[in-house]
């Protein structure tokens, strides 16, 4: 589907909803890269790919994209960093830029540091769900330690700043390795760089304040570390159910019963 150059890979997908020929004028690609750059650009710059792909940013040396997201001019951008860092800004703090264009600075890192993940926050909607559960940010570190704060907490800063505590970062939790806005009905995802995952329910979390350590996610063998977490919304749980179920119920090749 898209040819890969050496050392290259994919980390982000956006699904356009509606007629996916549909480039709406007011919407953009808001990206972030690992050495804190940012950049907004028009959802139309995209809207002729080629087959060997196009330039969506100009990244340094050493750098790379870590996160993507579309918007429409009402959201509010968070960045995290590994040493435990937040920062919260308007969008529209950021100018659209073209593809070929470079961004500016969105966080400012100590050395050594880097930022793990991007998200976006729409404005325009109250701060939660349908069903009127609060909006979280759940944090989680490579030792398997985490907690989830609400979104209130996050209070704005300048873009380029260092940013605000969001996580104690500390010998026992190791480096902040993800974040996701989560609602108390939701489901997510864990999984360790030795191939584990772990399906937990966000409301079994405990909501803590920003400065703090967190409580354990997921229990850790000797050596292992956690390197990704996924937030899954209550129709995407049904589903995973609906496979887990069908799986249970089937033989694999080796005609052994799967178990998760």
């Not at 409580?215 to 899954?232: A, F, H, P």
């Amino acid at each position: 589907m898209f040819p890969l150059q050496e050392g290259e890979k994919i980390n982000v997908v956006l699904p356009l909803t509606g007629d996916n020929r549909t480039f709406p004028e007011n919407h953009f690609v808001f990206m972030a890269t690992r050495m804190g750059t940012v950049k907004k650009t028009a959802l139309t710059e995209f809207s002729n790919p080629r087959k060997a792909g196009i330039i969506a940013v100009d990244l340094d040396d050493n750098d790379f994209l870590i996160g993507a997201a579309l918007t429409k001019g009402k959201h509010d951008v968070m960045l995290f960093s590994d040493g435990g860092k937040a920062v919260r800004f308007d969008e529209n703090d950021v100018r659209s830029m073209g593809r070929n264009a470079r961004g500016v600075r969105g966080m400012m890192l100590e050395e050594g540091q880097s930022v793990i993940a991007m998200l976006a926050a729409p404005t325009d909607v109250p701060p939660e769900d349908a069903e009127g559960h609060p909006t979280s940010v759940l944090t989680a570190t490579e030792n398997g330690y985490g907690k989830r704060t609400p979104i209130e907490e996050y209070t704005r800063h300048g873009r380029g700043t260092k940013g605000m505590i969001a996580i104690q970062q500390s010998g026992r939790n190791g480096k902040v390795v993800a974040a996701a806005l989560v609602h108390a009905d939701d489901e997510i995802m864990l999984i360790t760089d030795t191939g584990v995952l772990v399906r937990t329910r966000v409301s079994e979390i405990r909501e803590m304040g920003r400065a703090t350590q967190g409580v354990t996610l997921i229990g850790l063998d000797e050596g292992s570390k956690l390197i990704g977490m996924q937030r899954i919304a209550d129709r995407d749980a049904e589903q995973v159910d609906a496979i887990d179920e069908d799986a249970a119920q089937s033989p694999d090749a080796d005609g052994d019963t799967p178990t998760a």
